[in-house]
């Protein structure tokens, strides 16, 4: 059995990678083809604090 | 186990040109075949040699392995090359050169190629029993676990003979020979009338294998074209593991999907509804900030981190609103932020109801840290009409492109393996007339 697994021996490593990213992103709430979070800006924001449009520029696009 | 491929030798004068014949199975050899003038006679050690044939069909390109040259085969033993012979089908064009083989210990093997696919052959002292086959089956053997299934029917010609023989090959032309293949392995059954059956059992051998055992530079033997028939198809021994393998592995990803739907099930934390316009009944979540409309939802909890999953549905119908929203960490400020555009049209056209667009959207964000959160909608309508939609946050979101993306990972490799290997069959097979999914 060992000997066979040695024949996809990089197969099962790419498939572990694989397995453990997909727990992983489970876990944590990653998607893994990203996100629709279109903001930029850094941790506490770009903004003031406070109630209403926390660091938030009035865009409107369309 | 190696045993001498044998040091004895004897000469022998070509009844016809003279030349001198070098053989290396003294006491067996009967027949030969002159590699100067192609005469092939038979010399029983008493008597004059007889001259049987002379043949015309000499191949236009020297066999790749001499005679007399000493190779170890699969087998591990040692062989020399006693002999050559060029032959081909009765009833069509398919020629392929033998190399005769002697080992004065195990006897006479040979080996085969066939546009350039090697097969290495050697009696078999079991005799099979061939299933005839059905309507829906051509003959088959079964043997040793496996199903040999026929591959090929034909009676020989030989065009060409050179070397030592230790019976008439020209009697051969009389054979009815049947193939039997289970790759890399192959029975082959050859019949005369009023003879026993004989059984020839063979392998397929890679071209190196061939050039390593006789010490000849590969690149001096033929080249190989479209698929042999008994070449093992690609993956080989990777192939009985990686299959059962994956799909323990996408089991295992599927139980692993089941697991996290249980151990963090969805939760919805807020589901609210909000008009776009200013109206005629004051809105308690609308803000005017500098100049612009904004709508705040209430306040609600996420426990993180966790991807977060906002469904819109508005109230649209031939027009359209487009919602940016911002979901606000209430502690730290920090903002997640998209745009959602939902339009839908729909009527009637030329008989024909048509529609468009959908009153639906949603997005995934994450992964989002634990924290009191708010949304903020920055709506804009149609003409600014007052249009209804509604917000409902989810935490926990399933993320169902991830189980998909690691499933297609996971059938990457196995997949075009399993792909090739059914080119590869299907290459192998239609070079036959006996393909059993023909017969289906």
Known sequence: MLKNLFHIRYYLLVALLAYGTFVWAGLTGHRLLGDDNESTENLNGTGSHGSGRHGRGLYFHK | ?440
């Open chain 2, 1 to 440: 186990m190696r045993e001498p491929a044998t040091t004895l030798s004897a000469q022998l004068p070509c009844p016809h040109c003279r030349a001198s014949i070098t053989y290396y199975d003294v006491q067996g050899s009967t027949h030969y075949g002159c590699p100067e003038c192609y005469t092939f006679f038979k010399y029983e050690g008493e008597g004059p040699a007889q001259e049987l044939r002379r043949f015309r069909d000499v191949p236009r390109v020297a066999p790749a392995l001499p005679l007399g040259l000493v190779g170890t085969l699969p087998d591990g033993l040692l062989y020399r090359v006693v002999g050559h012979l060029l032959r081909k089908e009765a009833s069509s064009a398919a020629r392929w050169l033998e190399y005769v083989l002697f080992n004065p210990t195990a006897g006479y093997a040979q080996l085969a190629v066939y546009e350039g696919h090697w097969i290495f052959i050697r009696p078999d002292k079991l005799s099979y029993h061939v299933n005839p086959g059905s309507a829906g089956s051509y003959a088959f053997v079964e043997a040793e676990g496996a199903t040999y299934n026929l591959y090929n029917k034909y009676s020989p010609r030989t065009l060409y003979a050179v070397g030592e023989f230790d019976y008439n090959i020209l009697d051969d032309d009389k054979l009815s020979v049947s193939e039997f293949i289970a790759p890399p392995l192959m029975l082959v059954q050859e019949k005369t009338k009023g003879q026993p059956t004989a059984w020839y059992r063979a392998e397929h051998i890679e071209p190196a294998a061939v050039a390593a055992a006789f010490g000849v530079e590969q690149n001096k033997l033929p080249y190989r074209n479209g698929t042999g028939a008994i070449q093992p198809a690609p993956g080989g021994a990777a192939w009985a593991v990686l299959r059962p393998l994956t799909l323990w592995l996408l089991l295992l990803v599927v139980l692993t999907q089941a697991a996290l739907l249980v151990l963090r099930p969805e939760r919805q934390v807020l589901s609210q509804n909000f008009s776009s316009g200013i109206g005629s009944t004051p809105n308690p979540n609308m803000v005017v900030q500098n100049n612009a409309l904004v709508l705040v939802s209430e306040s609600f909890p996420i426990e993180g981190p966790t991807a977060v999953e906002v469904e819109l549905r508005a109230e649209v119908d031939n027009s359209w609103i487009e919602l940016p929203v911002s979901m606000v960490n209430e502690q730290t400020g920090q903002s997640y932020e998209f745009t959602k555009s939902i339009e839908y049209y729909h009527g009637y056209e030329g008989g024909e109801n048509w529609s468009e667009g959908s009153v639906e959207g949603d997005a995934v964000l994450g992964p989002v840290p634990s924290g009191r959160y708010h949304l903020n909608v920055y709506p804009t309508s149609e003409n600014n009409r007052p249009v209804s939609f509604t917000l409902r946050v989810t935490q926990n979101a399933t993320l169902t492109s991830n189980v998909l993306l690691v499933l297609a990972a996971l059938l990457i490799w196995p997949g075009i393996l399993a792909w090739r290997r059914h080119a590869h069959e299907e290459s192998r097979w239609s070079q036959s007339d006996y393909d059993p999914k023909q017969n289906d």
